[in-house]
């Protein structure tokens, strides 16, 4: 019987590596490939931005297919990363919104353009790293399972994902623990077995986004007033792509109390502060929904959902208020509802949907 192949998008991280090891003993013939998306780096750069998308990836990964004995290729994604993650993480801070820009590129480029330039090579599957597991439910619906330990889970970043995508998508680390995962590369040998996780958005590493965006955009983010809840102006602040909502630090206010970021309006060039209860919500709205585990539902559905990478979630009460538009209505206030951020509904273990928060309501 002919060995099914698998192209695995090799990052130079030990999960990838180790997912490539994992498929090799499920019996499919593993091709590597390392995806080239912005590196530009300065030489002296490499070894400091060794994450998923540094340039010292294609080389770990290359280290890596060749102590597996798998063939080795680099593709490159630079066009598609710059127009559905740099220029969409722009100009999402540029309207105010606080963009999730790995959640762009698992969904365009990770998975859509790697998917398709896989499938044009003779592929049967990709897989990547990513702690999460996929099953094809009763209902004939393929939908993401948490992994198996919470504690990384990544199933927040991966709900965008389409049916197609996801049918022709292995995940073998979901079901294994860092812990593990790290062992299996040590007992291995692989030279990536005690590599740090890259924790940062891999093309700002610095983490100054408004400096990026000033120098990538090429404008000028003008300062503006802050504003306290009733309009009253309370300060200068810098531009409003050096915030976001829930913000409490680096903001140079003297208030005599904690005060917090509450909104940011980009049609005035204001940012509204107010106290720390103010921040709490009961309810969200959110669009560009994608349904993964269930159809688009009809009714009130009853889930947990989360509204950022690392919320423990909350349960909450869902229903349609559009076509492409979801009320969510929590049973206890949730802090920092963000808009441009992903809020992702549960059923149990399994990502029932997810969309981009409009805002609190």
């Keep these: 019987m002919k060995r099914k192949k698998v192209v695995v998008g090799m990052s130079g991280g030990v999960d990838s590596s180790v997912a490539a090891w994992l498929l090799l003993q499920q019996g499919y013939e593993v091709w590597g490939v390392t995806m080239q998306i912005w590196q530009d780096e300065e030489p002296e750069q490499v070894e400091e931005n060794g994450g998923c998308c540094g340039l010292s990836a294609v080389e770990d990964a290359r280290r890596v297919a060749s102590r597996l004995e798998i063939p080795h290729y680099v593709m490159n994604f630079k066009k598609d990363f710059q127009e559905k993650v740099i220029d969409y993480f722009m100009d999402e801070y540029l309207h105010g919104r606080t963009p999730n820009p790995c959640i762009a590129c698992n969904r365009y480029v990770k998975w859509e353009s790697l998917l398709r330039r896989s499938m044009e090579i003779g592929a049967d599957y990709i897989a990547t790293g990513h702690y999460a597991r996929i099953d094809l439910l009763p209902n004939g619906r393929y939908a993401l399972k948490m992994s198996k330990t919470a504690a990384k889970d990544q199933t927040y ?44 958005i891999c093309f700002v590493p610095d983490k100054d986004y408004a400096r990026f965006i000033e120098e990538h955009a090429g404008v000028k983010i003008p300062e503006g007033n802050f504003v306290w809840t009733d309009g009253t102006v309370i300060g200068k602040h ?64 009853r889930c947990l959902a989360k509204i950022r990478y690392n919320h423990a979630g909350a349960m909450c009460t869902v229903r349609r208020v559009g076509k492409d538009e979801v009320e969510c209505i929590f049973d206890e206030p949730v802090r920092a509802v963000t808009p441009g951020q992903a809020v992702v509904f549960y059923n149990g273990d399994y990502v029932a949907g997810g969309g981009t928060i409009l805002g609190s309501c």
């Design 157 to 200: 970043a991966l709900y965008n994902l389409t049916q197609e995508q996801l049918s022709r998508t292995l995940m073998p680390v979901g079901e294994y623990s860092k812990d593990e995962i790290r062992r299996f590369a040590e007992d291995l040998g692989l030279p990536v077995a005690h590599k740090p996780d890259s924790q940062e």
């Design 238 to 301: 810098k531009g409003i792509t050096h915030y976001t909502v829930g913000q409490r630090k680096g903001l140079g206010l003297s208030m005599g109390r904690p005060v917090v970021v509450l909104e940011i309006r980009p049609e005035t060039n204001e940012v509204v502060i107010g106290e720390t209860e103010d921040v709490f919500s009961d309810r969200l709205r959110a669009d560009r929904l994608n349904w993964m585990a269930v159809e688009a539902p009809e009714s009130e559905m």
